[in-house]
């Protein structure tokens, strides 16, 4: 199709239509990405559903609408799930487009902020560039995290409100942060672990960014278990952010930089897999070589690192029967990371890892494949239109009766935390990441 000519087209219209609007011309408008879209079905607005933000990106591209005025809106309203990719009949790339038009929008909205010598967002620009690809920064961050909640600080805190007055998603999340382990107990970067018994394969670890400064327990755990599991395990001397939150934000260059450096970190690694255990950084991680198709230097590069990319369910699904010591009791059931779902396709290899734990038996969510409105940090940001679909999730979830909630990504388990908080259902419903109750179960502690 030819491009649609107007004079009134700026060059971030221009740079729209080259990014999105090939893909964007696919969409048949059909409908079946409607029933699978989280914001539709909150908000029940056009403009919220796949086809309707695919329309308004083609309407922008073409310098019909305003991009900044009617397009940025309801695409920072999206979750970026994807499910409407795995529901659409004719296989329109979604997340092309949406990450392409986040691109233009986010270029746009800095050219704006410095000509009128305004500033942009600081806390975001610094959490994503000074913070999260500086993993000893994190890791300081996480120690502290530690001495807060071990040494009483936390408690102060929450009576006095002052968390919440500035910032009430932060107050919320706080309260939910799962505890953290002493940095004593932390894993070493630039290591080999040694597989328990005979080794059966090696792999490499990708531990991620909030996983290794706040979750670093789940991080010991898959080491622990996968070498029980008779793995030998690398963790490289640098690695770093995976470079979802960027991508996520529209600062696709910056993504491209940090997928670089962890290729670069990994590479020449003697590994059958590279391991991870968060569906959001999984899925970044998996696409390394569409994030650097352009690139001639790097793209071959990216296709042999996402080919070895592996979620840690997968991995240890290849690796069954796992060495049970201990029962699990009462009902689980499983909330789908969408990252790891819609994108990876990692469907069955967490249920059965689930149902072969001794003594539980598993229950499968209603609708346990919609997203629960984490979507990296869209919880923080958006986070009256993230509760309004986390409440109608929480349904479902306690409908099940179940005493464990599972899942394999950490947004996702912090929003499913407070979705158990936010229902008073602590003292009858627990949320875990997959990884702490299989290493539980297998006697690593």
């Known amino acids: 199709m030819s491009k649609v000519q107007s004079p009134e087209k700026t060059n971030y219209e221009e740079l729209l239509y080259d990014l999105t609007y090939e893909a964007a011309n696919r969409c048949i408008q059909c409908g079946y990405c409607l029933p699978v879209c989280p914001t539709y079905d909150s908000m029940e607005n056009e403009s919220q559903s796949p086809r309707g933000r695919i329309n308004l990106v083609k309407m922008a591209a073409e310098g019909k609408i305003n991009i900044q005025d009617d397009l940025a809106g309801p695409i920072e309203l999206c979750l970026g799930c994807r499910a409407c990719e795995v529901a659409c009949p ?54 502290f995290t530690w001495f807060y909640q071990n040494s009483g600080l936390n408690k102060m805190m929450r009576k006095s409100g002052v968390i919440e007055k500035v910032s009430k998603p932060m107050g919320q999340f706080e309260k939910v942060l799962p505890k953290i382990e002493s940095p004593s107990k932390r894993y070493k970067y630039n290591h080999i672990y040694k597989p328990i018994g005979e080794k059966r394969i090696s792999v490499a670890f990708f531990p991620g960014c909030i996983m290794d400064s706040v979750m670093s327990k789940a991080n010991r755990l898959t080491i622990e278990l996968l070498q029980k599991c008779g793995c030998e395990v690398w963790i490289p001397k640098s690695p770093t952010c995976c470079g979802a939150l960027h991508a996520h934000k529209g600062k696709i260059n910056g993504a491209k930089d940090l997928a670089r450096q962890n290729i670069e970190a990994f590479e020449n690694m003697d590994v059958q897999y590279i391991i991870n255990n968060a569906g959001g950084c999984g899925a970044m991680l998996y696409e390394y070589d ?56 990692v469907i069955d290899a967490p249920r059965e890892l689930l149902r072969s734990i001794p003594g539980a038996t598993y229950i499968e969510m209603k609708d346990s494949y919609l997203c629960c409105a984490s979507g990296g940090i869209y919880n923080l940001l958006h986070f009256d239109e993230s509760m309004q679909i986390l409440d109608e999730k929480m349904k479902h979830a306690v409908a099940t009766k179940a005493k464990t909630i599972v899942t394999t990504n950490p947004g996702c388990l912090l929003q499913m935390k407070l979705g158990i908080e936010r229902n008073d259902a602590t003292k009858s419903m627990k949320a875990y990441h997959l990884i702490e109750i299989l290493a539980e179960s297998c006697g690593v502690k």
């Not at 004719?90 to 986040?102: M, Q, R, T």
């Not at 042999?304 to 699990?328: C, G, M, N, Q, R």
Request: aromatic share 8%; hydrophobic share 30%.
């Open 90 to 143: 004719v296989n329109v790339p979604y997340g092309e487009i949406y990450e392409g038009a986040l691109e233009v929008i986010n270029k746009q909205k800095e050219k704006k902020a410095k000509n009128k010598q305004m500033k942009s967002n600081k806390v975001l620009d610094i959490t994503l560039n000074q913070l999260f690809p500086h993993k000893k920064r994190l890791r300081t961050i996480g120690n």
């Open 290 to 345: 569409e994030l650097l198709k352009d690139d001639n230097v790097w793209n071959e590069r990216a296709k042999k690192f996402s080919k070895k990319s592996k979620d840690v369910t997968e991995v240890l699904y290849e690796l069954a029967p796992l060495p049970f010591e201990k029962e699990w009791k009462g009902l689980i059931t499983y909330q789908d990371s969408c990252h790891l779902r819609n994108v990876q396709g």
